[in-house]
Nanobody, 125 residues
């Protein structure tokens, strides 16, 4: 599956952005999906994930109640709604897909099979 993330940009602290990740090539609903991010000089980290049917979601503690992951399987698109953004949210955001039917350990980037190219989110203070 090919993934293309977009929607990043520059926003002031407290603002909102919505990222999208368009998938093509295979049946989107078969893939568990995740968002990861990498800030300058830091390792890539888990942000949030969603199961193939959208029934289960997972978040890192620092984005709970601010970020919402969702998917539209009919449109083969993954979304990340980000509200109340903080300067520490500044990073390149990547979407990723896991082809395995198992949904365990979706927080681990090594368990994903496909990655998008990333989209930069910059939050100014």
């Amino acid at each position: 599956v090919q993934l293309q993330a977009f929607g990043g940009g520059l926003v002031q602290a407290g603002g909102s952005l919505r990222l999208s990740c368009a998938a093509s090539g295979r049946t989107f609903s078969r893939f568990h999906m995740g968002w990861f991010r990498q800030a300058p000089g830091k390792e890539r980290e888990f942000v949030t994930a969603i199961s193939g049917n959208g029934a289960s979601t997972y978040y890192r503690d620092s984005v709970k109640d601010r970020f919402t992951i969702s998917r539209d399987n009919a449109k083969s698109t993954l979304y990340l709604q980000m509200n109340s953004l903080k300067p520490e949210d500044t990073a390149v955001y990547y979407c990723a897909a896991r082809g395995s039917p198992y949904s365990d350990n979706l927080r681990n980037s090594a368990t994903y099979d496909y990655w998008g190219q990333g989209t930069l989110v910059t939050v100014s203070s």
